[in-house]
């Protein structure tokens, strides 16, 4: 099982930019599909980005041409570099394995705010 720790969230204005970090733990992290999620309150989460070990990439209409997501193997690691941010997507940000997810960790909280 992959273990995953997100990190890099914070206090950012609106239009700003902010790049998360995703650091996974297990063999098979380079192998697996991760994908980043969001869930605002009163709401399901959803999934905002994912990749494959490939490096393939998807993402949720809502935020083409805002948010890339890439990978460093070599270091374990799975970022979501965010730009034009918005108000509304003040949330916290997890990530996980794709399309099954393990258990959630605490996420990391993005306040997009003036």
């Known amino acids: 099982q992959v273990q995953l720790v997100e990190s890099g969230g914070g206090l950012v204005q609106p239009g700003g930019s902010l790049r998360l970090s995703c650091v996974g733990s297990?063999?098979?992290?380079?192998?697996?599909?991760i994908g980043w999620y969001r869930q605002a309150p009163g709401n399901q989460r959803e999934l905002v980005a994912r990749?494959?070990?490939?490096?393939?990439?998807n993402y949720a209409q809502s935020v083409k041409g805002r948010l890339t997501i890439s990978r460093d193997n070599a270091k374990n690691t799975v970022y979501l570099q965010m730009s034009s941010l918005k108000p509304r997507e003040t949330t916290v940000y997890y990530c996980?394995?794709?399309?099954?997810?393990?258990?959630w960790g605490e996420g990391t909280l993005v306040t997009v705010s003036s």
């Open positions: 996980n394995t794709y399309p099954s997810p393990g258990p």
């Open positions: 297990g063999s098979i992290f380079s192998m697996s599909f």
């Open positions: 990749i494959s070990s490939g490096r393939s990439t």
